[in-house]
């Protein structure tokens, strides 16, 4: 989904993205989305480590969701796993493991905050 190092997705992955955004907006579910990495030989660069990549990655997700009109009260939580979470923990170097999973929290409707009892 995302090239070695990148934040942004390869265009491809944008495309899917976007064309998620209409469906997402259509359910009564808000959305969880976290941000993975694959592991590395090399030692992160200072300040930009697999943490802050995963979270970057899941936050240009989100960007391009609301750019599509997922209103941003939708998103239930924007987080990052960095490597600790492979999707092929065989190999968890290979580039599939460098994604992110977009979640549709099924939760209790919200309550009305005039609501009373």
Do not use: C
Request: avoid cysteine; charged fraction near 25%.
């Amino acid at each position: 989904m995302f090239p070695e190092g990148s934040k942004e997705p390869y265009p491809r992955t944008r495309e899917i993205i976007q064309k998620l955004a209409g469906p997402l907006k259509a359910v009564p579910y808000r959305v969880s989305i976290t941000g993975h990495t694959a592991a590395t030989r090399t030692a992160p660069q200072p300040g930009n480590g697999p943490w802050n990549l995963s979270v970057d990655r899941a936050n240009s997700v989100r960007r391009i969701l609301e750019e599509e009109g997922l209103p941003s009260n939708n998103v239930y939580e924007v987080a990052g796993k960095a490597d600790t979470d492979p999707l092929f923990p065989d190999d968890p170097y290979i580039a599939a493991n460098r994604r992110v999973t977009i979640t549709l929290m099924r939760e209790a409707p919200p309550v009305p905050p005039d609501l009373k009892p």
